[in-house]
Nanobody, 123 residues
Framework: VQLQASGGGSVQAGGSLRLSCAVS????????MGWYRQAPGKQRESVAS???????NYTDSVKGRFTVSRDNAKKQAYLEMNSLKPEDTAVYYC??????????????????WGRGTLVTVSS
């Protein structure tokens, strides 16, 4: 199983970017998908997440500016980032809870991470 994040780049403050996260490989199901970021010298933090049924959650600093979505058929998640600020500069990572095989009594979910994509916002 692999997760591939893409869409990062350099923009000026106030600009927009759309990140994508594609899940590939052999697996049974994808549940929760999330976006995290890590700025230089800081710990990785959760940015946004979305369940398989579409329920979303955001960290306070991005509410109203970022939108997380997913396309279950394409096995992809997206992070639409608007009104970007210099403090949004970071490497952005996606993760997903994945069950490799169906399991009677409840699936066993494991967390997979993709390589990051760099977002740089200049003032």
């Amino acid at each position: 199983v692999q997760l591939q994040a893409s869409g990062g780049g350099s923009v000026q403050a106030g600009g927009s970017l759309r990140l994508s996260c594609a899940v590939s490989g052999n697996f049974f199901a994808v549940d929760h998908m999330g976006w995290y970021r890590q700025a230089p010298g800081k710990q990785r933090e959760s940015v946004a997440s979305i369940t398989s049924t579409g329920s979303t959650n955001y960290t306070d600093s991005v509410k109203g500016r970022f939108t997380v979505s997913r396309d279950n058929a394409k096995k992809q998640a997206y992070l639409e980032m608007n009104s970007l600020k210099p403090e949004d500069t970071a490497v952005y990572y996606c993760n997903a809870y994945i069950a490799l095989v169906p399991r009677i009594g409840g699936n066993r979910w494991s967390t997979y991470w993709g390589r990051g994509t760099l977002v740089t916002v200049s003032s």
